[in-house]
């Protein structure tokens, strides 16, 4: 039922499962929406890399798997988990690039912490709803790579750190 109602999801596994063949080739260089495939490697739109060193096959009882060497040892890929790991990696642009921005739109506040995609920041007293609706308007901005993407925000203010 999920793969049905999600097909996007899941071809987009698949087009994962093709990235992770691709990269196992030294010629491999090309761009797939905001990211570059190359050999062992996914180029992110900020120019920093995932990385995949001695990504390889090997077979297994049912057919094979990929392996990559990671400071843990081998570590196993596979569509889903380079699905996660890029979506996490330009999530982390993103969030980041809006810490940027409220730190320039936001001269009396700091930006004292984010937990995956929350900025939380320390400032005035005076009239935090306006502070509240600049960030939100910072969150609510796609990125200059993915232009369309929708993205919205929501928060509050409190006197201490709360959910």
């Keep these: ?11 987009y596994w698949k087009a994962c499962d093709q990235f992770i063949k691709d990269m ?3 010629e491999t260089d090309y761009m797939y929406g905001p ?4 050999y062992q490697r996914i180029l992110l739109p900020n120019g920093m890399a995932l990385t995949y060193p001695h990504l390889h096959q090997e077979p297994t009882q049912n057919g094979f798997q990929w392996l990559y060497a990671s400071r843990n040892g081998w570590t196993s890929l596979y569509g889903g988990k380079l699905t996660e790991n890029i979506i996490q990696a330009l999530a982390r642009i993103v969030i980041c690039d809006h810490m940027t921005a409220a730190d ?4 009396t506040c700091d930006v004292v912490l984010n937990v995956h995609d929350e900025i939380i920041l320390v400032g005035p007293d005076e009239n935090p709803k306006a502070i ?13 790579w993915l232009p369309n993407t ?3 925000s929501e928060g509050g203010w409190d006197t201490c750190y709360s959910k």
């Design 1 to 11: 039922t999920y793969r049905t109602k999600n097909n996007s999801i899941v071809h």
């Design 24 to 26: 196992t080739n030294p």
């Design 35 to 38: 990211i570059r495939i190359m």
């Design 104 to 107: 320039i739109q936001l001269p």
């Design 132 to 144: 509240d609706t600049v960030l939100e308007n910072i969150m609510s901005t796609p990125p200059s």
């Design 150 to 152: 929708p993205i919205t």
